[in-house]
């Protein structure tokens, strides 16, 4: 009995979904706008979360030495900050442990990294400073801002890592921030049009919803269907955009991580893999609720609540 009445709740949830077809592709457009949205901004955030983390286990100073710095004048400038107070350690980085490094992040995409090796190695020897105290960071980069031999400067450019963990910090709020009311207006926008797909059947059905309230049936029971109508076009909608932001990151992902490598930057992409089970749940979560809350809302005119 209760396998007849699932199947003829799923059955008239599907018979909904084509009775009218423009309304549900309407629908099913503006959710797929709205998790597409939300999709971009979740990805941006996953990586700016992964970049973080990146930065903070290699947490220090990082001094980057002029190309034109032969291996003992490399040695010479890693002796010098070694000495500076506030220097834990220092150890030598070369061109191409930077480039077997970025290789192994990429992991698949190591290939786009081919043409860059021997002499064409876009990476720069580096001298990578552990500090012992982080608070001492501007004074240990002023000091070897300093760093001269024989006259000559061989120090290109310095990064600091506790610098841009502050910046991402500021950029993953902003994110937050617009990802958050992005999502409210968007899921607001669906909820009204797939509200109103379903106000179209129920008002074409609603005869048929009088007599059966007439001979008893429950309000959950004459809901059903039309809840099941709702979670059918946000399951769909959220499949749809799956797809479409898959592709959209793959094609994007591979242009930013040659950007990072052409930056001689030391962090790269997550796999769209990697993040695709979360979002797939994050998705379903999203297509469900708002298909049921729609559902609702449409009923309250026709069902006591």
């Given at each position: 009995m209760r396998y007849n009445i699932l199947s003829y709740h799923i059955g008239e949830g599907i018979k909904n979904v084509f009775k009218n077809k423009k309304s549900t592709v309407a629908s099913i457009g503006i959710m797929?706008?709205?998790?597409?949205?939300?999709?971009?901004?979740?990805?941006?955030?996953?990586?700016?979360?992964?970049?973080?983390?990146?930065?903070?286990?290699?947490?220090?100073?990082?001094?980057?030495?002029?190309?034109?710095?032969?291996?003992?004048?490399?040695?010479?400038?890693?002796?010098?900050?070694?000495?500076?107070?506030g220097v834990a350690e220092a150890k030598i980085f070369t061109k191409q442990q930077a480039l077997d490094q970025m290789k192994d992040r990429l992991k698949d995409n190591k290939d786009l990294l081919k043409g860059y090796e021997g002499d064409n190695n876009i990476f720069a020897d580096s001298v990578v400073v552990k500090l012992d105290n982080l608070e001492k960071s501007a004074e240990v980069q002023e000091q070897i801002n300093k760093i001269e031999i024989n006259g000559q400067k061989y120090i290109k450019k310095i990064t600091s890592s506790d610098d841009t963990i502050n910046a991402l910090i500021r950029i993953a709020n902003g994110i937050r921030l617009v990802t958050g009311i992005i999502l409210v207006l968007l899921i607001a926008i669906s909820v009204f049009i797939i509200s109103n797909t379903i106000k179209l059947t129920v008002h074409a059905r609603r005869k048929e919803i009088s007599i059966m309230k007439y001979v008893g049936a429950t309000n959950s029971f004459i809901r059903s269907p039309f809840i099941v109508e709702g979670v059918i076009i946000g399951i769909i909608s959220g499949l749809i955009t799956m797809l479409i932001i898959a592709g959209g990151y793959h094609l994007v992902s591979i242009k930013v991580i040659k950007m990072f490598a052409n930056l001689n930057l030391g962090v790269t992409l997550l796999q769209f893999n990697d993040m695709a089970l979360l979002i797939s749940i994050v998705y379903l979560i999203l297509g469900i609720g708002i298909g049921v809350v729609g559902s609702v809302i449409s009923m309250r005119k026709y069902l006591e609540v």
């Open positions: 797929v706008a709205t998790m597409f949205m939300f999709g971009i901004f979740f990805l941006i955030g996953e990586n700016i979360n992964n970049i973080m983390n990146t930065i903070e286990e290699d947490q220090g100073i990082q001094v980057f030495i002029i190309n034109e710095a032969t291996e003992d004048e490399v040695e010479d400038v890693r002796y010098l900050i070694s000495t500076i107070d």
